[in-house]
């Protein structure tokens, strides 16, 4: 087997590519150069894509004897990920850009690299599990829950599970580390990336900026009931659920509710008005490659770092489906990703369109 690996520089990556050169594959390490900017030095182990982390990956491709090529991926990054979410959070949404990130440039320009370059298959250093069963490829949860990286693979096909391998599903991080540690890797204690990488300071409203190249127009803050209460500084400022840094007095704790892009307006409400009863979702991907027949129930993840909690499903024609939660949830966002688990195993997912709330 020939399998091309995906290696960032961190711990993760590089003992992918020690399991499978164990396994006998015959491996080729790879770096996508996917954004640059001079704040990227100033916070080396934040974020991921500096020269350092480059450094990091060549230098344990070296010690494993494998060959190391940089690929750049400038420009459809910036395209598919950084635009898409620049303009996502300019409309009132919250995007994912490590979902998109893993759709259109790791598994889908890199797996048309690995089939220029020869290679059987792709390796990352991603926490999750593929298996094949009954004819089918499944993807599941990682043993170790506390690393799961699941909620952001529901998008991949049958065929693209076909031709990738997570080594790290079955471990857990304490191994993963210690295996760093025997082999003698310079990354072995190298602090997990945090933030997105072209937001290496958590400035997600700053990342927009730079990319839109000037700030986005301020707007008022209106309650539920449309009573104008301030004035804002821009929808990007913004996430459903915030409480903080709203500047804006009144007898009760206010959160945002609703970016209202239509109007510019950041709707305030309190704690009960940010439960939902109810999504819809779009751009919904079965891993299964088929749609299930008839409302089915299962649990929904709308957070990475949320939990997961019990909705009976309506699949809906044009790829989109209905969520209906046994309790209401705190703080669903449009833009976010809301994904199916039946146990352990990922049944698929799509993008919130919106939440109706109580």
């Known amino acids: 087997m020939k399998a091309l690996i995906a290696m960032s520089g961190g711990v993760d990556s590089s003992v992918a590519a020690k399991l499978m050169l164990a396994e006998g594959a015959d491996c080729i390490g ?81 797996l048309e690299r690995a089939e220029v370059l020869g290679c059987d298959c792709i390796v990352t250093g991603h926490y999750a599990r593929i298996k094949h069963d009954g004819g ?26 076909a031709r990738i391998r997570f080594p790290l599903g079955a471990l857990r991080k ?56 301030g004035m804002h500084r821009g929808l990007h400022h913004y996430t459903i659920g915030q409480r903080r840094g709203l500047g804006v007095s009144a007898a009760q704790p206010l959160y945002v509710c609703r970016l209202d892009a239509e109007r510019n307006a950041v709707i305030l409400g309190t704690k009960e008005q940010l439960l939902t009863s109810e999504l819809m979702i779009d751009h919904v991907r079965w891993i299964s490659g088929e749609t299930p027949t008839g409302m089915f129930r299962c649990k929904v993840k709308t957070r990475y770092r949320g939990q997961e909690q019990w909705a ?24 976010q990703a809301a994904v199916l688990y039946d146990g352990d195993i990922v049944l698929g997912g799509g993008t919130i369109r919106e939440a109706n709330a109580l």
Do not use: W
Not at 145 to 156: P, V
């Open 30 to 110: 790879c770096t996508m150069l996917l954004y640059e900017a001079p704040e990227l030095a100033a916070v080396r182990g934040v974020a991921c894509c500096s020269k350092d982390d480059t450094d990091d990956a060549r230098s344990v491709a070296f010690r494993l004897g494998m060959p190391h090529y940089v690929l750049n991926f400038k420009a459809p990054f910036r395209e598919k990920v950084i635009a898409r979410f620049a303009e996502s959070y300019a409309c009132g949404r919250t995007p994912n850009p490590c979902i998109d990130c893993n759709r259109y440039i790791k598994f889908g320009l890199l």
């Open 174 to 229: 304490t191994e993963v580390r210690e295996i760093a540690r025997e082999n003698g890797f310079a990354n072995a204690k190298k602090h997990d990336s945090q933030d997105i990488c072209f937001a290496p300071d958590g400035d997600c409203a700053g990342a927009v900026e730079r990319y839109l190249g000037a700030p986005c127009p301020s707007g008022e803050f209106l309650d539920t009931n449309g009573r104008v209460l």
């Open 136 to 161: 089918r490829y499944v993807l599941k949860k990682a043993v170790d829950e506390t690393k799961d990286q699941s909620y952001f693979l529901y998008d991949l096909s049958q065929a693209q599970l």
């Open 312 to 335: 009976a499903i309506e699949p809906l024609g044009d790829d989109q489906a209905r969520i209906m939660f046994d309790m209401p949830q705190r703080a669903a966002a449009a833009g």
